[in-house]
């Protein structure tokens, strides 16, 4: 079932949205070569108790850590640790909090150092595909597959490929709810967008083939051919006359 905030359930998911904004903002900063991914690990965890909020990921289905950090081809849902991101490397950042019983969710993948021309590339794309292209089309009257064929198309233009096992959803008081949204679909399909609504939208674009692999650990996805993928993620709400971006500064 999907909910519909209410204006108070809306405002205190404006508050979630803005703290996890500053917190990813912070993060983001620390991004450098030799940086450890356990030091960005414990750096997000201090940020959102500082923000007087929790982690939304530690211990959510089992799951022990802060953040998600996806090194190249992995693709989502990779545990940090010691390891060092590298110049030329790109990393997405994976991040959710709950503040006041709401849950916010956002990513973004940053480059370290100076990395190719087509990583690059692959990181405006994908950036763009959910700050322009799904933002776009969120308004009341559309459907989820108004948004998932916004996002296929603009990205499969560009020459890329959108990861089509892993979806977006509906975020609220819990870190997943209705709808499943996929980033690629067919206009006119699919629930109709309705005032009130809060959505995550998180393309996972791979500058190679779509297919995915779901490691042994039972979290780690990374891309088949072992291309690049890159991902990024806000937290949206369906207002009366478009869409909010509840996830950014």
Not at 214 to 242: I, M, P, Q
């Amino acid at each position: 079932m999907i909910t519909i905030k209410t204006p108070a359930e809306q405002q205190i998911m404006r508050v979630a949205g803005k703290k996890l904004a500053r917190v990813l903002d912070k993060l983001k900063l620390v991004v450098q070569p030799n940086v450890r991914l356990l030091e960005l690990e414990q750096l997000a965890e201090q940020l959102i108790l500082a923000e007087q909020a929790q982690p939304a990921f530690k211990g959510y289905k089992g799951y022990p850590n802060v953040l998600c950090t996806s090194v190249n081809d992995e693709v989502v849902h990779c545990k940090p640790t010691r390891q060092r991101v590298k110049n030329g490397d790109i990393i997405s950042i994976d991040i959710g909090l709950i503040y006041q019983g709401f849950y916010a969710d956002s990513a973004i993948t940053v480059p370290v150092g100076n990395i190719s021309t087509e990583a690059q590339r692959l990181l405006t794309v994908t950036s763009t595909a959910v700050n322009q292209q799904a933002w776009a089309v969120i308004k009341p009257g559309n459907t989820i597959g108004d948004i998932g064929q916004a996002v296929q198309v603009y990205v499969e233009q560009a020459g890329f490929s959108v990861v089509r096992a892993l979806v977006g959803h509906g975020i609220g008081r819990e870190l997943h709810e209705d709808p499943a949204i996929p980033n690629f679909g067919q206009p006119h399909t699919g629930a109709t967008l309705k005032p009130g609504m809060t959505l995550a939208i998180e393309p996972m674009v791979n500058i190679g083939k779509a297919a995915v692999v779901f490691k042994e650990d039972g979290w780690r996805v990374v891309t088949k051919d072992h291309s690049l993928s890159a991902h990024f993620e806000h937290t949206f709400l369906v207002t009366e006359t478009g869409c909010e971006v509840l996830t950014s500064l």
